[in-house]
């Protein structure tokens, strides 16, 4: 890993399929800093399942990447020059530098700074950072999950998924998860503590399943995929039911999915089902990270990492995220550690 | 109306139309009472549009109406000689003595007494009742109306959709209803207040009439319909909104209506849509008739009746009540106002 300056860029949007040669990496300017700005060496990439939807030219929660711009995308880096007064050389943070090796940065684009004593820098990219946050905002504000409760959490083995069961877990509730797999089934059971896991390519249906794993019905469950898992979990919720829409990863962006209408399950079961964005929650991250660290030196966060070398793999490892073909979280390691 | 007993009983099942002849009026004893009982003439009786559910044979919030047995109904009726301490003869209660014309009770089910002074007793059946709260729980509790936002809502201008808009502009909201024919409209706009309204019967798709109506997008839907009504008013949703699931009249019971799957729109506009049911809420009922009786004495709430008289017409009357052909709300005179 050299010194040069490289971007991934984006060449084209899906059709629906999100393919690797959408993507060019090209030689890049090593960029030059001013006054209040600061030279970023980008070290860990981080891979979301909502990536398709940055890209995607359809109406979404942002503004879709340009064309010809690097992606975007969350990092953690090394202030290797500084003159911003905040970041002094040698910090380590976790901001939105993108697919890119050197970044600058006035601070606006920087998430926080990451403390490299409290666990390795990387999981600021996952377990201590936007997907632990994601899974507590979710089971925690949107489900307001209680000891005793069934929670029922989709894409399971994933990085949000295996911290929603350890959060279930640590709160007292019954953790249940659906995975692609039996793998991800061993790896939900054994390394994050699931009192059940499903797997969904082993069954046409995952009904029976999930009925063995939930005798006393479903409380909370948190989404990340959509489609048929949706249904069958939504079929065996219990009244006052709390549903949290995290991701629609199973679901087609075109054309509009169809399905069975939730309507009468929703009403009989006075049940909620609700949307969210951790993006609209930046402002407690610090507060989240800390319940979150807390819980992670007390053993009950676990974690797996999927990693890849090289910048120029970052478009290979989104296709095999979206394929579900990963294991753990999905990182890119872009440079070195410090 | 004689002074002999009569009941109307359930014959049959929908399956899935509701007919009229699924039901049957038979001559019954006039009940005696015993210490601790009373007997309730019945005076007016409410016609629901989720009697359908209350008579299919169908997983429901409630069991269902047992074949043989009297049809299951809100009503306000006289007690004419009581045994019981807490009602003496002269009271006049707001109960579920379903559709007989008298009626014994211990008082279990009574749900309250109705004040004659404060408005005609049929009111206790409809805005000063059970569909006035619960359009107050849907807009004020599970869509937390605020000044300014912009309410939609369907059967807009039906028993509940009706106080649903007059609640909203109250408090300050804009009001928009969707509703079928140009009479219900008119209804709407000139009787209840609405801001606009929208008539789903004069084109094919209520998409451009919602846009019209609805420039700032919509913050809280108050839904009693599903189906393409649903579909149209979730495209137009705006970030946060809120959407109470009071019913889903324009959805077949059989097969499982299918749709467009709502996730992904929830998601990317972080939305909510909750189920609920006014029996939940019973606790609050007074506090809430409370509420909607001061409006009603400042003039904020109007109401239309759509009267038959006899007992023997209710079978017709929700027949017509459901394929949408009455006018405010659907009410059976059994006797006469004491």
Redesign the interface.
Known sequence: MSDENRHVVLRGRPDPAVRADLFETVDAEMPRIADGQMLIRVIWLSLEPAMRGWIADA???SQPVPIGAPMTGFTVGEVVESRHPRYPAGTIVQGRQGWRRFAVSDGSDIDRVVDPALAPISTALHVLGMNGATAYVGLVDVCRVKAGDTVAVTTAAGAVGSVVGQIAKALGARAVGVTGGPEKRRICLEEFGFDAAIDYKAAEDIGPGLDAATPDGIDCFF?NV??AQ?DAVLDRINVGARIA????IG?PSFP??????????????????????IL?HYDRFAEIVERLSGWYRDGHLKYREDVTVGLDTAPDALVALLAGRNTGKALVRVGDDP
């Open positions: 109406p979404n929660y989404d959509g489609g949706f829409i995290c991701g629609t679901m509009l999915p169809v399905g069975p209408r939730p309507n009468r399950q929703l009403l009989v079961k006075r049940a909620r089902m609700e949307g969210f964005l609209d």
